[in-house]
């Protein structure tokens, strides 16, 4: 149980252009998820919270009107890279807690790697 | 949000016991300890989670000392397979409250 799908796992867009990527609890339920992006050789650094039915939570120096994030239902959040640039280019993980436990245990999605040209 | 410090990197062969410690110092009344290992391209793996004294699953143990100050990540005879990063966070409970990554120790695992 407590599976996250991420689609698509990877993609490759021209600058300039935007970029959606899903994120999907397929056997729970997630009012909370997290986004992660994470460079090369790097750990991985929490971009925004997203929040089902509300405004999602950005972390200091994450740009919210260029990392769209938004909730629509308690299995989906979707982020959306706009105008996408070279510096974008990184690998983005998606998790939610699950559901079962109240001590806050994140599963995590396979990740999606952006590759910007 | 309790602040972690871990190994940049170890080393170990096939068959041995791997240990790696983490310290938080400043880690909070309601704060759990939870690691994950995470492989090249992929999402981390929840490996285990405590809050004192020992646990362990089919694949680990977890020794946290009674000040919670450190905890310990134990994987008995590691393989090949267990080459990844391993995160130790530091959170409290409660499915929305985020974690935030330290930096990570590398495992190595030779023949």
């Known amino acids: 149980g407590a599976v996250v799908s991420q689609h698509p796992s990877r993609v490759i867009c021209k600058s300039g252009t935007s970029v959606k990527i899903e994120c999907r609890s397929l056997d729970f339920q997630a009012t909370t998820m997290f986004w992660y992006r994470q460079f090369p050789k790097q750990s991985l650094m929490l971009m925004a919270t997203s929040n089902e039915g509300s405004k999602a939570t950005y972390e200091q120096g994450v740009e919210k009107d260029k990392f769209l994030i938004n909730h629509a239902s308690l299995t989906l959040s979707t982020l959306t890279v706009t105008s996408a640039h070279p510096e974008d280019s990184s690998f983005y993980i998606c998790?939610?807690?699950?559901?079962?436990?109240?001590?806050?245990?994140?599963?995590f999605g396979a990740g999606s790697r952006l590759t910007v040209l | 949000l309790a602040k972690t410090t871990q190994p940049i990197s170890m080393d170990s062969y096939e068959g041995q016991e791997v240990n790696i410690t983490c310290s938080h110092n400043n880690i909070a009344t309601n704060d759990y300890i939870t690691w994950y290992q995470q492989f090249p391209s992929q999402g981390p793996r929840f490996i285990i989670q405590g809050y004192k004294t020992k646990v362990t699953n089919e694949v680990a143990s977890l020794f946290i000392p009674a000040d919670r100050k450190s905890s310990t990540l134990s994987l008995p005879r590691v393989s090949l397979s267990d080459t990844a990063v391993y995160y130790c966070l530091v959170g409290p409970t409660g499915g929305g409250n985020k974690l935030t990554f330290g930096t990570g120790t590398q495992l190595k695992v030779e023949l």
């Open positions: 998790s939610a807690p699950r559901g079962d436990s109240g001590a806050n245990v994140l599963t």
